[in-house]
């Protein structure tokens, strides 16, 4: 049973910088499709970046584009999200998502494509 934890998040101010990590445990990240996911007070969960296993294929969500890089370190069971350029509206808790895929497949941006969560970690972007 995978297990994630994710930690990075806090206060920063607009146009600022973070970066998430989010720790793997149980199994190795090889063969899982990974995802972050935020949720603003109010609204509902949203995709913002994810990656394949073979390949590295990502997608982002187009609010984030050009701003935020997810990457995936599997040799460490880890996986990133820079976050830079950071606006008020990114305000949200950030969730990292995995899912066991043996076989190669793109990337999905939809809570239901996962398996596994983390707890989440807050990030505030705010003068």
């Known amino acids: 049973q995978l297990q994630l934890v994710e930690s990075g998040g806090g206060l920063v101010q607009p146009g600022g910088s973070l970066r998430l990590s989010c720790s793997a445990s149980?199994?190795?990240?090889?063969?899982?499709?990974i995802g972050w996911f935020r949720q603003a007070p109010g609204k509902e969960r949203e995709g913002v970046s994810c990656m394949s296993t073979s390949g590295g294929g990502t997608n982002y969500a187009d609010s984030v584009k050009g701003r935020f890089t997810i990457s995936r370190d599997n040799a460490k069971n880890m996986v990133y999200l820079q976050m830079n350029s950071l606006k008020p509206e990114d305000t949200a808790v950030y969730y990292c998502?995995?899912?066991?895929?043996?076989?190669?497949?793109?990337?999905?941006?939809?809570?239901?494509?996962?398996?596994?969560w983390g707890q989440g970690t807050q990030v505030t972007v705010s003068s």
């Open positions: 149980g199994s190795t990240l090889d063969y899982f499709v």
């Open positions: 998502a995995a899912v066991l895929k043996i076989l190669p497949v793109a990337c999905a941006m939809t809570s239901s494509f996962y398996g596994s």
